[in-house]
């Protein structure tokens, strides 16, 4: 197993989030049908789509390219009863090929990065049916002006980090309309994600006591935890809300 595998296997997420979150975010989607279709992107092993299975009784398609989380997303599924609800799908975010205007409702969490925000929003909206949203959480630049070290750091690990303001401005130039969001709470980070991965990290040191690189990537991974630590406030998840304008 790949150290990057070991750090990442059985963490409750992937990337920052909570139940309340997920639902504060769907409270912002209006007018859905009863059991609408929702496709979950990049869902790893699926805190988020259990949410919104539970929550609209809907129909999930849930796509990832790490098997090992679409396993887990199986396992929470069947444990949580929503089971016949989700189908998932092995396949890249780039190669998707489902039919035009097919889902209510398309749903990422931490994960249209890969694709990056711009590029994804356009190439996402042909399967969404007209009057159907969009819901993205997105790591955002909260002050205009970061402090260096915070700057310096994520312009190496995510050069296409936005501001809210330009991300809006992104929303609109790509057809979007009834924008809206917030920032998700500093806990959202630490309790299902920083310090579960803090505890990862920690047995890893020990076991990977002699491995250079190894204890490399270890104290990236800690970095990144001690730099948010610091300049929470210069940086954040944000959850963007959508709607592909009706017919
Ligand atoms: C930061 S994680 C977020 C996972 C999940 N949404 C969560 O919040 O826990 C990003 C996810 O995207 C998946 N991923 C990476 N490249 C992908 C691609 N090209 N297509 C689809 N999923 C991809 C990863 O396997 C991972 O599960």
């Given at each position: 197993?790949?150290?990057?595998?070991?750090?990442?296997?059985?963490?409750?997420?992937?990337?920052?989030?909570s139940a309340s979150a997920t639902l504060r975010a769907l409270g912002l989607v209006?007018?859905?049908?009863?059991?609408?279709?929702?496709?979950?992107?990049?869902?790893?092993?699926?805190?988020q789509?259990?949410e919104l299975?539970r929550a609209t009784?809907?129909?999930?398609?849930?796509?990832?390219?790490?098997?090992?989380?679409?396993?887990?997303?199986?396992?929470?599924?069947?444990?949580?009863?929503?089971?016949?609800?989700?189908?998932?799908?092995?396949?890249?975010?780039?190669?998707?090929?489902?039919?035009?205007?097919?889902?209510?409702?398309?749903?990422?969490?931490?994960?249209?990065?890969?694709?990056?925000?711009?590029?994804?929003?356009?190439?996402?909206?042909?399967?969404?049916?007209?009057?159907?949203?969009?819901?993205?959480?997105?790591?955002?630049?909260?002050?205009?002006?970061?402090?260096?070290?915070?700057?310096?750091?994520?312009?190496?690990?995510?050069?296409?980090?936005?501001?809210?303001?330009?991300?809006?401005?992104?929303?609109?130039?790509?057809?979007?309309?009834?924008?809206?969001?917030?920032?998700?709470?500093?806990?959202?980070?630490?309790?299902?994600?920083?310090?579960?991965?803090?505890?990862?990290?920690?047995?890893?040191?020990?076991?990977?006591?002699?491995?250079?690189?190894?204890?490399?990537?270890?104290?990236?991974?800690?970095?990144?935890?001690?730099?948010?630590?610091?300049?929470?406030?210069?940086?954040?998840?944000?959850?963007?809300?959508?709607?592909?304008?009706?017919?």
């Amino acid at each position: 197993m790949s150290i990057f595998s070991e750090l990442t296997e059985g963490l409750p997420r992937q990337a920052p989030g909570s139940a309340s979150a997920t639902l504060r975010a769907l409270g912002l989607v209006r007018g859905l049908p009863t059991r609408p279709r929702i496709l979950d992107v990049g869902c790893g092993p699926g805190a988020q789509t259990v949410e919104l299975a539970r929550a609209t009784g809907g129909w999930i398609v849930a796509v990832d390219i790490r098997q090992r989380f679409l396993d887990e997303l199986t396992e929470r599924a069947a444990a949580a009863g929503i089971l016949p609800q989700v189908t998932t799908v092995n396949t890249s975010m780039f190669e998707m090929d489902f039919a035009d205007a097919s889902f209510d409702l398309i749903w990422s969490e931490g994960a249209i990065y890969i694709q990056g925000f711009a590029a994804g929003l356009a190439a996402w909206r042909q399967f969404l049916k007209p009057g159907g949203w969009l819901a993205v959480s997105e790591l955002t630049w909260l002050v205009p002006d970061p402090p260096s070290e915070a700057a310096e750091y994520w312009a190496r690990n995510y050069p296409g980090m936005g501001s809210i303001e330009r991300n809006c401005q992104i929303v609109a130039e790509a057809g979007y309309v009834s924008m809206d969001g917030f920032v998700l709470p500093v806990q959202d980070w630490w309790n299902n994600y920083y310090q579960p991965s803090e505890r990862r990290v920690e047995e890893l040191r020990e076991k990977y006591a002699d491995d250079r690189d190894a204890l490399a990537t270890l104290e990236e991974t800690s970095r990144e935890h001690d730099l948010f630590r610091a300049y929470h406030d210069a940086y954040g998840y944000v959850f963007y809300v959508m709607r592909n304008p009706p017919a």
